[in-house]
């Protein structure tokens, strides 16, 4: 049985993404990658935490 490429989806656009040689992956573009960037850097996303050592802490 020949092994099959591993194919997952862009997180952003949903487009399928080759696992293999795709240097942005598990974005399909850097425009994608950029984007997500993007979005943690503005404070878009965050990690909570129930660990009191984090707690009240902005960065």
Do not use: I
Not at 4 to 11: D, F, G, H, I, N
Not at 13 to 38: I, M, T
């Amino acid at each position: 049985m020949p092994d099959t490429p591993k194919v997952s989806r862009c997180p952003l656009c949903r487009k399928q993404v080759p696992a293999e040689k795709n240097p942005f992956f598990p974005f399909c573009s850097e425009r994608c990658q950029l984007q997500d960037l993007g979005a943690w850097l503005d404070g878009r996303y965050e990690v909570k935490s129930d660990d009191p050592e984090y707690e009240g802490f902005d960065g």
